[in-house]
């Protein structure tokens, strides 16, 4: 799989590209797909549906790897809160944990709730062809951590940032629990067909760096660490968004993992300065450009300046897709790249 070599950093026809949010609203197919399962969490529990719409970019595109579809919080909605997503407002829990009281209301063995997740990889692998890779994901202890303590999302993470100064071990306590799920879970996701997972830390930007360190990315890399235990063979991606202040200092940790995800925030000059002996890099095209064909040809083309047509690049975006971005500059976006880092 060209995937999988690129992310051992083997030499590959071509830089391999998929999409973070490759299957979303600006396929028509999904949006059918997704009118027919009721809620979005429906479908993420319907095996049938979330195999088809993890298989839509891969059909219609013609990405490299396809990402399964489901949702990073069904962790916490397994260990027991109440999850709804709200029209125009996103995901909600009827509950928050803000003191030891309810965090021990939290049940262990999540990872056992989660069939349907595993039953969609095997189904999607089945399906996928065998030259494409599958990458199974999670979302970091500390994005977790962050929607469990605030009920939802947040610009400021005040209760959560509260905590961390106030009350740091009851906070390691949330992280250390849902780890715990979470390196169960990855694995299981392996064994199920994934080809390959990654860690999405969204709000890692939202710490000063050693807060960061120590309550955000020693977890991940912790998580790392227990999955090569078992999965040697199986590549790790590590997608800590907002942290380009910081690059330096994950240039000298022990390295768990083989792939660091740049968002369009990072300079990519810089961060192959920094990472690029260290990790294979992911990235990084601000999203928005695929607005633009003329903008989209020259983001691929300032990247590509950058980081050439060796190993040590995955080409992705520095985010996810859009809801209303033309799918015919995406499938030109993957046909350019291909073409333009051909060997």
């Not at 989209?296 to 300046?305: L, P, R, T």
Request: hydrophobic fraction near 40%; aromatic fraction near 10%; charged fraction near 25%.
């Amino acid at each position: 799989m060209i995937f999988i070599d690129a992310c051992f950093r083997r030499e590959t026809p071509y830089t391999p590209i998929w999409l973070m949010r490759q299957a979303g609203r600006y396929l028509n197919e999904y949006r059918e797909v997704r009118s027919k399962a009721g809620s979005f969490l429906d479908l993420c529990k319907n095996v049938t549906l979330a195999t088809e719409v993890t298989l839509q970019p891969i059909d219609i595109l013609d990405c490299d790897a396809a990402i399964l579809f489901s949702d990073i919080l069904v962790i916490p909605l397994e260990m027991g809160m109440e999850l709804n997503f709200v029209k125009n407002e996103g995901p909600k829990f009827e509950s928050s944990i803000r003191n030891t009281e309810d965090l021990s209301k939290l049940t262990s063995g999540a990872h056992n709730k989660l069939s349907y997740v595993y039953d969609t990889i095997s189904s999607v692998r089945t399906k996928l062809p065998r030259d494409k890779a599958l990458i199974g994901f999670c979302g970091a202890p500390w994005t977790l951590a962050t929607y469990m303590i605030e009920g939802q999302g947040s610009k400021t993470y005040a209760n959560s940032k509260k905590m961390l100064y106030q009350n740091p071990k009851l906070l390691h306590a949330i992280l250390q629990k849902v780890s715990d799920e979470l390196k169960v879970y990855l694995k299981s996701q392996i064994k199920a067909g994934a080809n390959a997972v990654m860690l999405f830390d969204s709000w890692a930007g939202a710490l000063e760096m050693s807060a960061y360190f120590e309550f955000g990315f020693n977890y991940i890399n912790d998580i790392a660490k227990d999955i090569k235990k078992d999965y040697p063979n199986i590549p790790i991606i590590a997608f800590p968004k907002g942290v380009s202040g910081y690059l330096e200092a994950f240039s000298n940790i022990e390295k768990n993992f083989e792939v660091f995800g740049i968002d369009w925030g990072t300079n990519m000059s810089y961060a192959k300065k920094i990472l690029g002996s260290s990790f294979v890099l992911q990235g990084n095209m601000e999203p928005s450009r695929i607005y633009d064909l003329d903008s989209m040809i020259k983001g691929v083309e300032e990247i590509i300046s950058v980081m050439g047509n060796k190993a040590g690049h995955i080409f992705n975006l520095g985010h996810g897709m859009l809801p209303d971005l033309p799918r015919e500059n995406a499938i030109k976006l993957v046909q350019l790249v291909k073409e333009k880092t051909k060997r």
